[in-house]
T-cell receptor, first 114, second 110 residues
Framework: KQEVTQIPAALSVPEGENLVLNCSFT??????LQWFRQDPGKGLTSLLL?????REQTSGRLNASLDKSSGRSTLYIAASQPGDSATYLC?????????????FGKGTKLTVNP | NAGVTQTPKFQVLKTGQSMTLQCAQD?????MYWYRQDPGMGLRLIYY???????DKGEVPNGYNVSRLNKREFSLRLESAAPSQTSVYFC?????????FGNGTRLTVT
């Protein structure tokens, strides 16, 4: 059974700091991994999707890496800003019957202090 | 493009009452999903629909039913609400990755 773990559960940093969020998964037979952002009272917004053939994916100040063999992914946020404060979740798909179910980690709650 | 729209945004029910959570997407996606999110438990899949006319159980289906009314709409029904169903419910859709989420329905069962 695929299990996804995110450490730490919460992180508080001063503005401007570079930071890394961690995601680990137990079954390395994945074909992609997704990172989401969730603001309080809102749904999840997809940030980055890394295909299994890729080692990393970048969007602006965000960089996500994937190491399937070790069952790990990291989300790197450069020059953090208060607007980055949110909960970040990673998820891996379990393909089934033409659709894909996602298994989510419990998220890392990030607070960036001005 | 509204994306994924959920109604209502908030609901309070008494134990034993029934209700239907509505979800519609305008992205022509084949697959739709219902998740619940609880503190300390994360997001858990309740039901999903791979395509119009099909539905399948997810991780926590007990106490719920679903209907894929057409390609756009996927509803979640609580026939007899229980306090354990107090949660935030999210609908999502996709045509493979990535998943697109609605803003959720916050349900309280007293």
């Amino acid at each position: 059974k695929q299990e996804v773990t995110q450490i730490p559960a919460a992180l508080s940093v001063p503005e401007g700091e570079n930071l890394v969020l961690n995601c680990s998964f137990t079954d390395s037979a994945i074909y992609n991994l997704q990172w989401f952002r969730q603001d309080p009272g809102k749904g999840l917004t997809s940030l980055l999707l890394i295909q299994s053939s890729q080692r990393e994916q970048t969007s602006g100040r965000l960089n996500a890496s994937l190491d399937k063999s070790s069952g790990r992914s990291t989300l790197y946020i450069a020059a953090s800003q208060p607007g980055d404060s949110a909960t970040y979740l990673c998820a891996v798909p379990i393909p089934q019957g033409g659709s894909e179910k996602l298994v989510f980690g419990k998220g890392t709650k990030l607070t960036v202090n001005p | 493009n509204a994306g994924v729209t959920q109604t209502p945004k908030f609901q309070v029910l008494k134990t034993g009452q029934s209700m239907t959570l509505q979800c519609a997407q305008d992205m022509n996606h084949n697959s739709m999903y219902w998740y619940r999110q609880d503190p300390g438990m994360g997001l858990r899949l309740i039901y999903y629909s791979a395509s119009e006319g099909t539905t399948d159980k997810g991780e926590v289906p007990n106490g719920y039913n679903v209907s894929r009314l057409n390609k756009r709409e996927f509803s979640l029904r609580l026939e007899s609400a229980a306090p354990s169903q107090t949660s935030v419910y999210f609908c999502a859709s996709s045509d493979h990755s990535p998943l697109h989420f609605g803003n959720g329905t916050r349900l309280t069962v007293t």
